[in-house]
């Protein structure tokens, strides 16, 4: 039996080309790869470290479950208080250090807070600072109010 060597070369002619179109799929990957490589490590490096001449005032987080000043401390907070109260809880309450420390001190011994260790200092440091007691001189003025004059009964 002879074999026939024209449609042995189609043959070959076509796998060459499937080939040829299958390094070019896996290239083309590849190249999308490396190219969403370099642009996380753009984003995760590059961009943060552009913003280090800026200043670091403290910011409010408008995020729901936080809704916390963003500060020193702000982590070790979230960690280790938010997880049974929420954020809110703390910014409706002020204390000086004092009063935050016996307020940690309660938790711990009703509420089964454990114990922050180093972290305590950085924790109420951020308390005492963003939370502290508001410090007012005389009662705000009176406004929105209708004045009359008292009539005499005689």
Same mark, same amino acid.
């Not at 070019?24 to 961009?47: D, P």
């Not at 089964?112 to 005492?128: D, Q």
């Given at each position: 039996?002879?074999?026939? #060597? ?10 060459? +080309?499937?080939? !040829? =179109?299958?390094?070019? &799929?896996?290239? /083309?990957? /590849? ?17 943060? /470290? /552009? ?23 702000? +982590?070790?907070?979230?960690? #280790? ?10 910014? +409706? ?21 454990? !114990? &922050?260790?180093? #972290? ?21 003025? &009176?406004?929105?109010? =209708?004045?009359?004059? &008292?009539?005499?009964?005689?």
């Amino acid at each position: 039996m002879k074999r026939d #060597n024209h449609n042995n070369d189609r043959d070959y002619d076509y796998d060459h +080309e499937r080939g !040829k =179109k299958l390094i070019a &799929l896996v290239v /083309s990957a /590849s190249s999308f790869l490396v190219l969403c490589l370099f642009y996380s490590i753009y984003v995760a490096i590059i961009i943060p /470290s /552009s913003h280090h001449g800026e200043a670091t005032k403290p910011e409010k987080v408008d995020v729901q479950q936080y809704d916390l000043i963003v500060d020193d401390g702000f +982590e070790l907070v979230v960690q #280790n208080c938010t997880g049974c109260h929420s954020g809110k809880i703390i910014a +409706e309450n002020r204390a000086d250090r004092k009063g935050w420390l016996a307020t940690i001190r309660w938790m711990q011994q009703t509420q089964k807070l454990w !114990k &922050l260790g180093e #972290n305590e200092y950085a924790i109420v440091n951020y308390l005492a600072k963003n939370y502290g007691p508001v410090k007012k001189g005389r009662r705000a003025q &009176l406004t929105g109010i =209708k004045w009359y004059e &008292l009539e005499e009964n005689d």
